[in-house]
């Protein structure tokens, strides 16, 4: 999920780094900063077109000034490092592959709401990378959106985080460079909350991936350049990345993906025909085991990690309690199932019964699953391809939860609002929001303090889970009635529509994008600007 420089020609201009926290420093001397691009057009009819300089910048005071407000508690300090590797995902498989540290996924960054987290980043990677906070309402300048929120992180040089975490919930991190994210780049992050009002004996996180780095040749750049017909030959932010093999030569197979359809999904399930689906970086032929004795009443937070894949997830023999999506509480709803599109999270609670139980995770529409195991008792692991009944019970989605009332927005009419209409097609892989793609300089503007009711349109043949940085929105609700769920992701189905509102309070420039990956790269990103 990068600026894509190469395809569009649209990234000349970098921005300004942000100082304090935000060192940036690298082997060689640094180029000078560089301003932010020129914006054209708001995509708002009612709101004119405007001066660079009248938008927030990221690191500006506005930014500073709403930092200050969150405060600045216990310090926690990471180190980490982006580093070429290689794992072994289970039935013989090893893949070479990129990854923090030497875990798949990357080790759980775990802090306390109200802490300050500080996390340095090590790129050791031959191309730049950067770190995206999926979730999570941070300063602006943190954000890790190479062109717009930082400049790339170079090869051999490292960033440091640093930002007050105010919002408990399940999170993760990952890049925001490219297709970087269907490697082996991602990790939890899990905000504890200090007066956590869940009764629990143990947790379980569950992250949930597509994988074919590194299978018969395979990488995600050359996955997005046959998608695209060979325009995304380079996606790196600076230029360091070789172009990806092209098709035909025998270096890898086709992973166009046909005939896979899905009735929860609408249609179509997903262009990318993935050769593994993982629990916990494992296949479903040598599957991680999460053990709990009978009666334990266990919190699952699972995150959906992948780039082109929902997941329909069930605990064969149980039930499952939602209490939260995308962070934030909602009121407890008993499911069979749950459809998680890319980006997406649930904490779920279970009372584990006696005994081994799949915890399986279908890929909607692929004929295909990823596979955990839950054992309280003896017996033998469940077979590769179990199909727990849950997985035909009721599924639930975003769309019937209900915000808690403790997260709940207050009613309100909107100050502003901004139509958004999504488009695209397959065959011309021309993913984009009003027909147009990505420029960082095109912004949706919006004013610190208003109510932004956000209206999709989706015009497409496909489905899209919506994703907006630094900030949480309501699911509207037909008709009006309970507050909708807080969700940073959401859904939407081809032909249909979706309403949500967000408060306008986390000033600087927010990307809103497809977090199916190869969408994104392919032009359906903008910008959520503030104006001054």
């Not at 942000?18 to 054209?40: F, I, K, M, N, S």
């Not at 926690?76 to 995902?89: C, G, I, N, P, Q």
């Not at 004996?201 to 695209?228: F, H, M, Q, R, Y």
């Not at 699953?369 to 035909?392: H, I, M, Q």
């Amino acid at each position: 999920m990068s600026e894509m420089p190469n395809r569009r020609a649209v990234l000349g201009a970098g921005i300004a780094l942000a100082g304090g926290a935000a060192a940036l420093t690298t082997r060689a001397a640094d180029a000078a900063p560089l301003p932010l691009p020129t914006p054209g057009p708001s995509r708002s009819p009612a709101a004119p077109a405007v001066a660079a300089d009248t938008y927030v910048a990221p690191d500006g005071p506005e930014v500073m000034a709403r930092e200050a407000e969150r405060g600045a508690g216990p310090l926690r300090k990471v180190s980490l490092t982006a580093t070429a590797s290689r794992f072994e995902l289970g039935d013989g498989v090893t893949v070479p592959t990129w990854s923090y540290g030497d875990r798949l996924p990357g080790e759980t960054v775990r802090v306390t709401a109200g802490d300050t987290l500080e996390l340095t980043l090590a790129n050791h990677l031959a191309q730049s990378t950067s770190l995206h906070w999926h979730g999570l309402s941070l300063r602006n300048d943190m954000d890790g959106v190479p062109g717009l929120t930082q400049r790339p992180i170079e090869p051999g040089a490292e960033f440091t985080y640093r930002f007050a975490v105010t919002q408990p919930g399940t999170y993760w991190f990952h890049p925001h460079s490219g297709v970087q994210l269907d490697r082996g780049l991602y990790a939890p992050l899990i905000v504890d909350d200090p007066k956590e009002p869940l009764a629990y004996d143990k947790e379980w996180v569950v992250v949930l991936d597509d994988w074919l780095d590194g299978v018969d040749g395979s990488t995600p750049d050359a996955v997005l350049d046959e998608l695209t017909h060979g325009a995304g030959s380079s996606h790196d932010p600076a230029g360091h990345g070789a172009p990806a093999p092209a098709k035909g030569t025998g270096e890898a197979p086709s992973r166009l993906l046909t005939g896979a359809e899905s009735d929860l999904l609408g249609g179509h399930a997903g262009d990318v025909d993935y050769p593994h689906y993982l629990v916990n970086g494992r296949t479903a032929g040598a599957p991680s085991v999460f053990e709990a004795r009978p009666g334990d009443r266990v919190r699952l937070r699972v995150i959906n990690a992948g780039g082109d894949t929902a997941f329909r997830l069930a605990l064969g023999g149980h039930r499952m309690t939602v209490t939260h999506s995308d962070g934030f509480p909602v009121t407890h709803t008993e499911t069979d199932a749950l459809l998680l599109g890319m980006g997406e999270r649930y904490d779920v609670l279970v009372t584990a019964g006696d005994g081994v139980f799949p915890l399986t995770a279908l890929a909607e529409g692929k004929g295909a699953s990823a596979l955990a195991v839950l054992r309280t008792g003896t017996g033998a692991l469940p077979a590769a391809t179990v199909r727990p009944k849950e997985l035909d019970g009721r599924v639930l989605t975003a769309d019937r939860l209900t915000a808690d009332a403790s997260v709940a927005l207050t009613a309100r009419e909107p100050d502003r609002t901004v139509p958004v209409t999504l488009t695209g097609s397959m065959a011309a892989y021309d993913w984009a929001f009003d027909r147009k793609p990505y420029d960082p300089a095109v912004r949706m503007p919006v004013r610190a303090g208003e109510r932004v009711r956000l209206t999709f349109a989706n015009r497409t043949a496909m489905w899209h889970p919506l994703h907006l940085h630094g900030h949480t929105f309501a699911l509207a609700r037909p008709g009006g009635g309970a507050p909708g769920a807080r969700k940073d992701t959401a859904v939407i189905l081809p032909g249909r529509s979706l309403t949500v509102d967000l408060d306008a309070d986390n000033p600087g420039l927010w990307m809103l994008h497809c977090h199916n990956l190869y969408h994104a790269e392919a032009g359906m990103m903008t910008v959520l600007g503030y104006l001054r």
